[in-house]
């Protein structure tokens, strides 16, 4: 699916100068891609990308599957090491598996999975599986893991915020233990965004290396009447 890229990029040699070196006061620019092909993912190498975001049409069978689950299975906590070559993925939810479209479901998660590890060359990966009916980090934070995959297969999806409209000296305790919409972290309120239910988000966490003080900016989203649970799959490093 990826073209064979190593974990990290070797560093270009730095010349040697005889004049005097006058560091630079700029603010790093990251940037966010967009689109419609899993394959986009392997941009994440680039030093500027902070998120890559693929958006997918949600198949009806799967968007079914969902909405069943969310309501006939109860709740569902799942945490475990998975290698994509090995796992069942029909034993993922067996209390799911008699619904209908469940094998389109897992085919689904068994693609992001094999994704992930072929992505970052990476025989297991650490997956989480979890129904939701409460924001679980309501704050906007950075994660301190050097890359993390999130698809919301149903309900609200994760909400970011672009660079250009936050101030991270207000994250965590600059925040004085203030609100988010208090603490002057968020500097343009209408600037927050949201990923779409079924979209892959792949976010560039703190222990990126050379993405140290940069990762992404996010929070879970504050379920509403209409759609008051999320079903929530997160790939991490093992």
């Known amino acids: 699916m990826f073209a064979r890229v190593p974990y990290r990029q070797p560093l270009p040699a730095v010349p040697a100068f005889s004049e005097p070196f006058y560091p630079v006061n700029s603010k790093p620019t990251t940037k966010v891609l967009v689109s419609h092909h899993l394959s986009e993912l392997s941009r ?51 209390q799911a598996s008699a619904l209908a479209s469940y094998r389109a479901w897992t085919d689904d998660v068994a693609l992001l999975v094999s994704a992930f590890c072929e992505l970052f060359q990476r025989k297991q990966a650490s997956l989480r599986l979890r ?21 919301s297969y149903g309900g609200i999806g994760t909400e970011w915020l672009p660079e250009y409209a936050l101030d991270r000296s207000k994250l965590g305790m600059g925040s004085c233990g203030l609100p988010d919409a208090e603490s002057g972290l968020i500097a343009d309120l209408t600037a927050i965004r949201q990923m779409p239910t079924y979209a892959v988000g792949l976010m560039k966490g703190e222990n990126w290396k050379g993405n140290e003080g940069h990762g992404l900016v996010h929070r879970s989203p504050t379920p509403t009447i209409l759609q008051p649970h999320r079903l929530l799959l997160t790939l991490d490093f093992l």
């Open 44 to 94: 994440f190498y680039e030093d500027d990308v902070n998120l890559c975001l693929i958006e997918r049409p949600q198949p009806g069978g799967i968007e079914q599957f969902v909405c069943s689950a969310l309501k006939k299975c109860g709740s569902v906590e799942i945490s475990q090491s998975v290698n994509p070559t090995r796992f069942d993925f029909s034993q993922l939810w067996p």
């Open 131 to 151: 129904t939701l009916d409460q924001a679980m980090c309501p704050r906007f934070h950075v994660d301190r893991v050097p890359a993390r995959l999130i698809c």
